[in-house]
């Protein structure tokens, strides 16, 4: 994952207990059902466009809100949200995202022209009639709408998985 990944330690009295019932080694397959609960949590706060702690993501602009398409902020293509996965690693759950853009819709960025005097991009509103038209700037910055993280949320997630394997282990 080179766009954009995120990794934070879980360190909560449940976790460990559940870690400890089951010997305190984590199975890769146990790893795996963890990978899979991050990402559908990551998955569903693109749906709601919202971060890890349940904050709306900045709104769009309304002039580029004019002239997108999709289903919401981020979601154009659907290309970012499809792109999220996970890598295990030893002990260790990655969740991130390898579109070359990731990174500046996580933390936000400044778009300036390399090779031009301007950039260059078409904007609704502006132009004929208010159809939209090509707009320059000197830069552009896009705001972050962090969908990467591990809030309440994937902290319920997580034990949740952990308390299925306890259950079906020791059930």
């Not at 005097?117 to 509103?125: C, D, I, N, Q």
Request: proline share 4%.
């Amino acid at each position: 994952m080179t766009g954009a990944t995120v990794a934070y330690t879980l360190d909560s009295g449940a976790y460990t207990a559940a870690v400890a019932q089951l010997g305190g080694v984590l199975k890769s397959g146990l790893l795996k059902a963890v990978g899979v609960a991050l990402v559908e949590e990551t998955q569903q706060r693109f749906d709601a466009g919202v971060d890890v702690w349940g904050t709306r993501w900045a709104p769009l602009l309304p002039a580029y809100a004019a002239i997108k398409r999709g289903p919401g902020i981020l979601r154009a293509s659907l290309m970012l949200q499809r792109s999220i996965t996970f890598a295990v690693s030893g002990n260790t759950v990655s969740v991130g995202s390898n579109r070359v853009y990731a990174a500046v819709h996580q933390f936000g960025a400044t778009i300036r022209p390399v090779r031009a005097k301007a950039l260059a991009f078409r904007l609704g509103g502006v132009g004929a009639k208010g159809r939209g038209g090509f707009v320059r700037a000197q830069s552009v910055t896009i705001p972050a709408r962090p969908y990467l993280g591990f809030g309440p949320k994937d902290e319920r997630a997580v034990l949740e998985v952990l308390q299925r394997e306890v259950a079906r282990v020791f059930g």
